[in-house]
């Protein structure tokens, strides 16, 4: 190799080196939602937290007054929720006079046991209508019911001299019994959530008024505190579950299985200006996943499976393409909530490599832009990894239970097994 060629070589790879560096400089520079509102706005982490969590508490008040008997025979989950709910009130404590006046509220229209009270009466009048356990349950014992059979005759068939063909029409079966059943109990239970939702508020309605008024209450105290802060209202977006409430300004509804969702955010008070979104928060503005969904929906879903996951870190996994259940992986994001995470992708997944990648389907490997934290109806939460734009044109996007032993409910055990 002559002298020049060498010198051209050397040249290439300190390029190269520079640009890989750069790139890992980009990388490194890359700052999470929360900490570019921090940052551009100058307002305290504390306070950002603070606004998330009286959300949280909105949020959940308002989907538990609206489709109280989604919550019917689930006490665990319930107890969980207002376990969080009541330590993010107490937290009220430590703020203003106005948050503390919340929290005075909250205690003095005693709404702990209003919900217990609610959810009571929710599960007497289910009872009463023949309805005596949570459509989860029904479902686990129906699959259970097929399942046990069918492992029965295929142990007894084990030791039978038994062409498979013949056996094949009858295992046909045993597969479509379960999603039968399911889409029958679903159907049935959605009917009777319909046709009762108006009796319960009827019998109900003191009780329903009293949450909801909180809810007023809290949230124009986040309203209020984002204009003191004058915060661009128009990046807080969040879902609810009614129309309630004022001071909001409605961006997009969306009808999942006879429940009506609405995308707000705040409105400004009348004359206002809204104020501007600096340029580094502009990204923020973008319409979020449903959004876009409407427009294209997605297509190239991977699942990680084969997880060994622990508190948010993913050690080990297995790409699966879903592309089959891309319709099924739609309609369950469509129903959830967002919200960022607060690790760094290197921190989730520490051992990501060759050896270990989200691949795309041309098979480059995937360089992961954008991590939410995905709240599918207040049950169940998991990862949504959004993979950048590949070279072949293609978009993957990537989902994951954040701990192995997550319980996963029967509704979406077929996406991440």
């Given amino acids: 190799m002559t002298e020049n060629e060498k010198a051209i070589n050397k040249n290439e790879k300190s390029s ?6 750069a790139k890992r400089l980009r990388k490194k520079k890359e700052k999470p939602r929360q900490q570019s509102l921090q940052e551009a706005l100058g307002i305290d982490v504390k306070e950002i937290q603070d606004i998330e969590e009286k959300l949280f508490i909105a949020r959940f008040l308002d989907y538990f007054s609206e489709d109280t008997l989604d919550f019917i025979y689930k006490d ?4 969980q929720y207002v376990k969080k709910v009541t330590e993010k009130v107490a937290k009220l404590d430590q703020g203003n006079e106005e948050d503390k006046l919340l929290k005075l509220s909250f205690e003095d229209k005693n709404l702990i046991k209003t919900i217990y009270n609610l959810k009571a009466n929710a599960e007497s009048m289910a009872q009463n209508k023949g309805i005596k356990s949570s459509p989860d349950k029904r479902l686990r014992w129906l699959s259970l019911a097929v399942t046990v059979p069918l492992l029965g005759l295929v142990f007894i068939l084990s030791f039978l001299n038994i062409d498979i063909i013949f056996l094949f029409p009858i295992l046909c ?9 399911r889409g029958y109990v679903l159907k049935k239970w959605f009917a009777f959530k319909e046709e009762n939702k108006n009796e319960i508020y009827t019998q109900n309605r003191e009780d329903i008024m009293l949450i909801k008024s909180f809810i007023g209450d809290l949230l124009n105290n986040i309203r209020a505190k984002l204009l003191q802060e004058k915060v661009p209202l128009q990046l807080i977006k969040f879902v609810l579950h009614s129309r309630d409430y004022e001071n909001l300004k409605l961006l997009n509804t969306k009808n999942v299985r006879g429940l009506t969702q609405y995308f707000y955010s705040f409105e400004y008070p009348e004359g206002m200006e809204a104020f501007p979104i600096p340029e580094n928060l502009k990204q923020y503005e973008q319409p979020d996943f449903q959004e876009r ?21 993913i050690e080990s996994f297995v790409p699966t393409l879903r592309g089959d ?8 994001l ?3 909530e ?18 270990m990648a989200i691949y795309c ?14 709240n599918w109806k207040e049950q169940f939460k998991f990862y949504l990894f959004e993979g950048k734009e590949c070279k072949c044109g293609e978009k993957v996007y990537a989902i994951s239970l954040m701990d192995d032993s997550t319980e996963i409910p029967e509704e979406v055990k077929e996406i991440f097994l």
């Fill in 16 to 21: 190269e080196e520079q640009g890989a560096k």
């Fill in 76 to 79: 665990k989950g319930t107890d």
């Fill in 173 to 181: 079966v045993f597969c479509i019994i379960p999603q039968f059943l």
């Fill in 293 to 313: 969904q409407k427009e294209k929906p997605e297509k190239n879903f991977i699942v990680l499976t084969e997880l060994k996951a622990k508190d948010g870190i």
């Fill in 325 to 332: 259940l891309a319709d099924k992986i739609n309609q369950v």
């Fill in 334 to 336: 469509n129903e959830t």
């Fill in 338 to 355: 967002f919200s960022d995470s607060p690790k760094k992708f290197n921190e989730i997944i520490p051992n990501y490599s060759n050896e």
């Fill in 361 to 374: 389907v041309c098979g480059e490997i995937v360089e992961i832009i954008n991590i939410q934290i995905s």
